[in-house]
């Protein structure tokens, strides 16, 4: 099987991924592997048809893979299978997905890593608090030493669900990030925006380089320091520029392709 894409969720989510499948009508297998457990997301001409992660299969399946928050990623052409757990049509099954994802970009912003080691703030008192279950089992596992993943494991909760319960705590002020070296954000180099560029000028001409300079500033960013983590969303909002269903097509599937290198 050839392998098309690879990286990790942290800097590509699921969501952007399974868009770009779905518009260049890819046809493959998704392979996820994160933590705590795996699983794998079937596509047919961009459709995905069967989903499983763990003992979860269909929709539940990658409901909970869209919510996971660190993994490697893989995805390998003419991969197929017979099963079809999944028959809602894709485009509106990611669209009903749009506000777990949104959860996740907020909670990022504060629990940016399943490694991040929450530690009790100093002054916070739990007990004078009204904490829900989950908050309380929370709670008394940290220790200053216990990574996210590691309360993950150890309460058998839903990674996205501790997640979302940590950054509730720390903007509570009852517990806080314990110091630690951050890695920084990673940008894209100025070969992949020649690639885009020239893909670009192939489908719609000359304007290309206009209009990727227009998506970049709308982004906040420009080409000198634009993130890889943004890459998938800035393909994407450059292809809705190609008006020729085929010349947009054969663009996503080769910056799906180029990707990779980048």
């Known amino acids: 099987m050839a392998e098309t894409l690879s990286g990790n969720i942290s800097e590509m989510s699921l969501l952007q991924i399974l868009k770009m499948l779905n518009s260049g009508k890819m046809s493959g297998c998704l392979?996820?592997?994160?933590?705590?457990t795996d699983g794998e997301i079937y596509v047919?001409?961009?459709?995905?048809?069967?989903c499983s992660a763990g003992s979860s299969v269909?929709?539940?399946?990658?409901?909970?893979?869209l919510g996971w928050i660190?993994?490697?990623?893989?995805?390998?052409?003419?991969?197929t299978t017979s099963q079809q757990t999944i028959e809602k049509d894709t485009q509106l099954l990611l669209q009903q997905s749009e506000s777990k994802t949104s959860d996740w970009r907020k909670i990022k912003t504060v629990v940016h890593s399943m490694n991040m080691v929450p530690e009790l703030a100093p002054g916070g008192n739990p007990s004078g608090v009204n904490?829900?279950?989950?908050?309380?089992?929370?709670?008394?596992?940290i220790n200053g030493v216990r990574t996210v993943s590691d309360i993950v494991d150890l309460t058998g909760n839903d990674e996205f669900e501790i997640a979302k319960t940590i950054y509730n705590l720390i903007l509570s002020?009852?517990?806080?990030?314990?110091?630690?070296?951050?890695?920084?954000?990673t940008n894209v180099t100025t070969s992949f925006f020649e690639t885009l560029e020239q893909e670009l000028i192939d489908a719609i001409g000359p304007m290309a380089s206009i209009i990727i300079d227009e998506a970049i500033e709308k982004f906040g960013a420009d080409r000198s320091?634009?993130?890889?983590?943004?890459?998938?969303a800035l393909v994407e909002k450059v292809s809705l520029e190609i008006k020729d269903e085929a010349k947009r097509l054969?663009?996503?599937?080769?910056?799906?392709?180029?990707?990779?290198?980048?």
Not at 70 to 79: C, I, L, P, Q
């Open 250 to 262: 054969n663009f996503s599937q080769n910056m799906i392709r180029s990707l990779n290198e980048f």
């Open 173 to 185: 002020g009852l517990i806080q990030e314990k110091a630690t070296h951050r890695t920084q954000t």
């Open 44 to 50: 047919n001409n961009g459709e995905i048809v069967h």
């Open 131 to 141: 904490l829900k279950p989950m908050e309380w089992e929370i709670i008394t596992q």
């Open 31 to 36: 392979a996820v592997t994160n933590s705590v």
């Open 70 to 79: 660190e993994g490697r990623f893989r995805f390998e052409t003419n991969s």
């Open 58 to 65: 269909g929709e539940i399946a990658l409901l909970n893979m």
């Open 225 to 232: 320091v634009f993130p890889g983590s943004k890459v998938p």
